[in-house]
């Protein structure tokens, strides 16, 4: 084997294993058997080009060739049993297609059995006979991936596409470990690219049937933990991650923040920009909340024009003053909308901003959620849009003027650009 050779075969068996390493974290992530099965076949199409393209021995030149020989007869017959049981759930044979069902199962069982048969012919026809079943299994299959995709499934296009390669790729490895003469590194290249192709188009079809039946369960057992609009943590989740929250605080004695922004008068921006730019408005509202808070700290919509944000810890009380004030502030600058008619439209949202300081020993999350929304009304009526519990008199106070330590940062007022319509909506 050349150096050239070599480097084509290791490039075509590195490509299979980057899909079975991918079919694996699919596996573990998703918890999906279907993907875990998809792996397993991409990780014995691996074995299959390592043995048939030179490399095993290449890399151990010291096996003996009768058991090298075994191997590479059994190997076909296995990757293609495997690939059709995968591939029969996969396609939903049962539910779809009583010929496509019988056909796989009985191309499953019978492979592995013939393919142990070649072992009783002689030496030379062995490899051979192993090349002609396992070339005629992935024309089955890919045949079967066409009915599939005529039947409406148009992910199988995916598998037809992917058997349509493996023809070349399976009858060139199979001429390479017989030794037929004229197969030079030109040609090898050619079956190694579809090798590698043919892996890439089937775990991609794999990878998107996985992700669509996820997203279809969790939608139909409503345990969806996003909200549809700004793809926010829902209510129920939300509060889930602030339970978990406060038991972490518990242990390490932290103390951190709570947030609620509340957004009033939204039937103004629906009669300028209909829901859809309601929609977007809180879209917005969303993203910019996120980014002054920061990924790791968890973003939630509480309900309807309600967000909530817990900063988990802080690294001093008077960090809350300048979040706060820089929450509030970004919020009130303009948010650009597409009305009902395509004009542009400049959405300044009417917002207060709640903050309430959660201590080492806060327990109750009703309690925090309550206040927070409470010192969020409250902040309608300030100047800054900003209110915090006070802890001596109980009662809401503008951020700006709280006792929370030195000011970290001075909050410049928004600014707006001419030259489109505003809307801004006032109080009743």
Request: hydrophobic share 50%; net charge positive; glycine share 8%.
């Amino acid at each position: 084997m050349t150096p050239i050779e070599m480097m084509i075969w290791s490039m075509a068996v590195g490509t299979v294993g980057a899909v079975v390493l991918s079919g694996l974290a699919n596996a573990v992530t998703l918890r999906r058997l279907d993907a875990l099965q998809g792996a397993a076949y991409h990780l014995t199409a691996m074995v299959f080009v390592f043995l048939l393209s030179g490399l095993a021995r290449a890399v151990a030149p010291g096996i003996e060739a009768k058991y090298l020989l075994i191997a590479q007869v059994l190997i076909g017959p296995l990757c293609a049993a495997i690939g059709n049981y995968w591939i029969s759930d996969w396609l939903h044979a049962a539910q779809r297609d009583r010929f496509m069902t019988q056909s796989l199962f009985v191309a499953a069982v019978c492979t592995p059995v013939l393919g142990f048969l070649c072992l009783l012919l002689p030496q030379g026809q062995q490899l051979p006979a192993a090349a002609v079943l396992c070339t005629a299994n992935i024309v089955l299959v890919q045949w079967l991936g066409v009915r599939a995709y005529m039947l409406g499934d148009k992910l199988a296009l995916g598998v037809a596409i992917g058997g349509l390669l493996m023809v070349p790729a399976a009858v060139g490895l199979y001429a390479i470990a017989i030794g037929v003469v004229g197969i030079g590194p030109g040609l090898q290249a050619v079956f190694g690219l579809c090798t590698a192709f043919s892996a890439v188009v089937i775990g991609r079809a794999l990878w998107q049937r996985t992700l669509i039946e996820v997203r279809t369960r969790s939608d139909r057992s409503g345990e969806s933990q996003f909200d549809p609009v700004t793809r926010l943590l829902k209510g129920s989740t939300l509060i889930q991650k602030l339970i978990k929250a406060q038991r972490r605080r518990r242990r390490t004695r932290r103390e951190g923040a709570v947030l609620a922004v509340l957004v009033f008068d939204t039937a103004i921006v629906v009669a300028q920009a209909g829901q859809t730019g309601l929609n977007q408005m809180y879209v917005q509202i969303a993203n910019r909340i996120q980014r002054q808070v920061g990924a790791v700290n968890v973003v939630g919509r509480y309900y309807e024009g309600c967000f909530v944000t817990l900063v988990e810890t802080l690294h001093s009380s008077s960090w809350m003053r300048t979040l706060g004030l820089r929450v509030a502030s970004n919020l009130r600058q303009p948010i650009d909308v597409v009305a009902l008619n395509g004009e542009v439209l400049r959405v300044k949202a009417d917002i207060g901003v709640g903050v309430v300081h959660v201590r080492s020993d806060d327990a109750n999350v009703d309690t925090l959620l309550h206040n927070a929304e409470r010192m969020a009304q409250a902040a309608r009526s300030m100047r800054s849009r900003a209110a915090i519990l006070d802890p001596v008199t109980g009662e809401p106070t503008p951020i700006e003027h709280a006792n929370l330590g030195p000011r970290h940062v001075s909050i410049r007022k928004p600014h707006s650009t001419p030259g489109q319509r505003s809307v801004r909506p006032q109080r009743a």
